[in-house]
């Protein structure tokens, strides 16, 4: 599977913006498909992950509330809505997927073998 993010730009803080991450040459099955985020200078670090079957979802504290992630599956695609932006959420988002990784590694960049490219979000302030 093939994995494709778009959607970044630049907003200014208290707005939202809707990344996309969509499958080719595969579909999602029993896959969880996650995003992270890598600011300048920093770690990549997890933002959510949806498992694709369920729909149950895990965030990170610094996005829940604010973030929510979707999928459809006839576009087999993933979606992240983030609200209520922040300056703090400036970095290169990344989704990954993997098939049933173990559940207590779903929150590190190691649990996910396939990625797609980053889109670049900028919140102004």
């Known amino acids: 599977v093939q994995l494709q993010a778009f959607g970044g730009g630049l907003v200014q803080a208290g707005g939202s913006l809707r990344l996309s991450c969509a499958a080719s040459?595969?579909?999602?099955?029993?896959?969880?498909v996650a995003w992270f985020r890598q600011a300048p200078g920093k770690e990549r670090e997890f933002v959510t992950t949806i498992r694709w079957n369920s729909r149950m979802t895990y965030y990170a504290d610094s996005v829940k509330g604010r973030f929510t992630a979707s999928r459809d599956s006839a576009k087999n695609t993933v979606y992240l809505q983030m609200n209520s932006l922040e300056p703090e959420d400036t970095a290169v988002y990344y989704c990954a997927a993997d098939r049933s990784p173990i559940l207590s590694t779903i929150r590190y960049v190691s649990a996910y073998h396939n990625w797609g490219q980053g889109t670049l979000v900028t919140v102004s302030s």
């Open positions: 040459g595969g579909t999602f099955s029993n896959h969880y």
